[in-house]
């Protein structure tokens, strides 16, 4: 192609004349194809603006009405638009209430589709205001009411409409969706009621329990002291322990799920030591070779209280010179015949 400038007098070019390699953003200037609104003035479409309020309040909110429908028919993307429209439709001093009351249910489903539930409940509540017996507006109430979880306020929505059209299937569907949803808040609300009910409950009996048997219980940390599950026998009304056996010749322990408060230390070294621990090298631990101390935390230095095998754990626990700490009761299990048990204990005498 040439370079060479074109000489002569230039082509007559009108101002409407369009560019043909840009025909798509030369259309978007003029108001008939425009999808979006123009950032600068527009005559033309200043003059066409002007002209929608052209009219009684009446004709001007009915045309601005009907712009919204047809934003409305043409899909989410538009809902919107149809939005704005219906809103200057409700700026007027339209006094046709017919006209007021379908642009605030029409503006309603709008913001319903677009989840904007309180603006879907102030138009429904306009909207009824008008009109006691719209239905469509009990309905997007309760779409409304359903999605934000106020179930109560849903069916009362729906009992409404139902009492104007008993038949309505949308209306029904909505009642029973809400209906269902309450109806599994309020079991698990129930079954919630009850369990706090029988922990108080268990609460209660177990700290009875405890006065009764003058046993004192230390809570450091709630969290072991919680999982510490001391249980009351129903059958015998008797309480099971929790209950530690440190070995601390060997830094091992043993952790007894119940220990009866009825069973005695040497009931459960026997059943422990039926077989030779793992660790004890030398076998110096059984029911018989074995001594069973628990540490007195009373006063400034702790003491270290020997106990006799054949006793029952309750015995000890009432004991004045025993603290149950965190809910988990422990003994210090020693050989009686070795050279680290009088280590230990010595220890004690400082």
Not at 82 to 107: G, Q, V
Not at 157 to 163: F, I, N, R, V, W
Not at 182 to 192: G, M, P
């Amino acid at each position: 192609m040439s370079d060479t400038p074109i000489v002569g007098p230039k082509k007559f070019k009108s101002e409407f004349t369009m560019d043909p390699d840009n025909l798509e953003a030369e259309l978007a200037k003029v108001p008939l194809f425009m999808t979006d609104l123009p950032t600068e003035e527009n005559d033309t479409l200043n003059a066409l603006q002007s002209l929608a309020f052209d009219g009684t309040p009446e004709e001007v909110a009915l045309n601005f009405k009907e712009q919204g429908n047809e934003c409305f028919r043409a899909g989410k993307a538009r809902y919107p638009d149809a939005i704005a429209f219906y809103s200057k439709a409700l700026d007027t001093e339209c006094s046709d209430t017919s006209i007021m009351e379908a642009c605030y249910a029409n503006r309603a489903a709008c913001n319903l589709e677009l989840r904007n539930y309180g603006r879907v409940l102030t138009d429904c509540s306009k909207c009824l205001e008008i009109n006691p017996k719209n239905v469509k507006a009990f309905y997007r109430s309760a779409r409304a009411l359903f999605a934000l979880d106020k179930l109560v306020e849903t069916i009362d929505c729906c009992d409404h409409a139902l009492g104007i059209d008993p038949e309505n299937v949308n209306v029904k569907n909505i009642r029973e969706k809400a209906l269902k949803r309450k109806n599994e808040i309020d079991e698990k609300i129930r079954l919630k009621e009850e369990r706090e009910e029988r922990e108080r409950t268990k609460k209660q009996r177990l700290a009875k329990a405890l006065e009764e048997r003058k046993i004192k219980m230390e809570i450091v940390d709630k969290d072991v002291y919680e999982k510490a599950n001391i249980e009351i026998d129903e059958e015998t009304q008797t309480l099971n322990w929790p209950v530690f056996f440190l070995y601390p010749e060997y830094k091992e322990s043993d952790y007894i799920q119940q220990f009866n408060e009825t069973n005695s230390f040497y009931d459960h070294l026997q059943v422990m030591f039926e077989q030779p621990a793992p660790w004890d090298e030398r076998k110096e631990y059984n029911a018989d070779s074995v001594e069973v101390y628990f540490e007195d935390t009373r006063g400034l230095n702790p003491k270290l209280l020997k106990i006799g095998k054949k006793l029952p754990l309750g015995k000890i626990l009432s004991l004045e010179q025993y603290t149950v700490k965190n809910g988990v009761p422990s003994f210090i299990i020693l050989p009686k015949d070795s050279s680290f048990k009088q280590e230990f204990i010595n220890k004690f005498k400082k």
